[in-house]
């Protein structure tokens, strides 16, 4: 179960970088970086769930917020410099 | 109804949020983390609060609001993942304006972040214009992104739903009428008011107060 | 106990994967914002859920609620401010009406009138 869960979230990463790589324009990479935020979320869950302890989930609460605040900081840089 | 102060909301909210981040609800935590709120909120001094302002809060209509939202935001994901799965894309994507009735910022705030969980929209944009007759009240549009659009009617119909419910929950409930009426222009029921009609209990008819100009 | 919790995660992280393969597929800027603003999120959900289901521990169950509730408010902000930022600057190709663009040359030619009257 749980590997089955890290080999789908590693395939949504590796989506997610495609697109970060790829897009043409800055939005959409500040897009894909929100969802490779996600699926690290994702990923330290399932890492604790397989620890079963629920120790590491601090990390879980600063990568969440500080990732919020990074992607309203890119939006605020886009309206500014363009896309 | 309820009716809350602004300010000791903020500090009791950032204390529970303490006492969840240490997973301690001792006396000795509680009373730190109300310190720390303090001092937090001393130095902040976030925008609009200055200490004696009303909030609205309802539980109950915040609960049924939770539920919807959520139950909103599994309908999205399966209306999302049914279009990135099946090839060939049905697509349709427009900008729609929607004005909204309420005058409270909380309220408009709150359904356009939920707006961006429902099933096919994102908001884009909210438009604020004071009203032209010189008053105090500001009117707000939202203008919403859609991803299936078949007609203006439904968006409306969608966001103003949202819209019931939140000024159920968060907001005064003298701004339900006009809500109502475009609702029922619109030929649907909200759903705060549908559930209760079933459960037997009648409609609380408030009294309108005419704002300025006549609509 | 194992199973349920299991099963959340899994069907988490196939959601969050069915969002990665739309922000993939999809060809112009907002409908990837869509794809990334819904799925993910209610990814997260469930794999937190999953994850209550099988670490039993209070500690854990109280800080995944956190992170949950922290998430939903969050997400839809930053997608919002996103979106609202690339409107004017990356071409976002739309098939039917566009409201907003009508409301700012409304204004503009509000201006214009305002202007010549002066």
Redo the contacts between chains.
Sequence with gaps: ??V???L??T??????L??LLRGP?I??R???L??VL??V??GI??G??RA???IT??T??VV??VG?VG??A???F??RR?? | MMKFLRLPSLIIWLTVLWCALWVDISAGNVVGGLLVAMVIVGVARPTGMTGLERTYFRPVSALVFGLYFLWQLVKANLVVAWEIVTPGLRINRAIIGVPMHSSSASVVTVVANAVTLTPGTVTVDVVEESSADGGSRVDRVLFIHVLHFRDVDSVRRDVLQLERLAIQAFGSRDELPPVDDELADLGVMGVGAALRVRSGRSSKRSTTVKKGSAS | MNVVGGIFMVVGSLLTMIGGIGVVRFGDLMSRVHAAAKAPTLGLLLVAVGAAIEIDSQEATVTLVLVVVLQLLTSPIATHVLARASYGQVDIALDGDDDLADYYASLEDADRERGERD
Aim: no cysteine.
């Design positions: 179960m749980i089955a869960s890290v789908l979230l395939v949504a990463a590796a989506a997610f495609y697109r324009s939005p959409d500040v897009v894909a929100d969802g996600s699926v979320v994702s869950i399932v604790a769930a079963d302890s629920g989930l601090s879980v609460l969440s917020l919020f992607t309203v890119l939006g605020r886009v309206e363009g896309g």
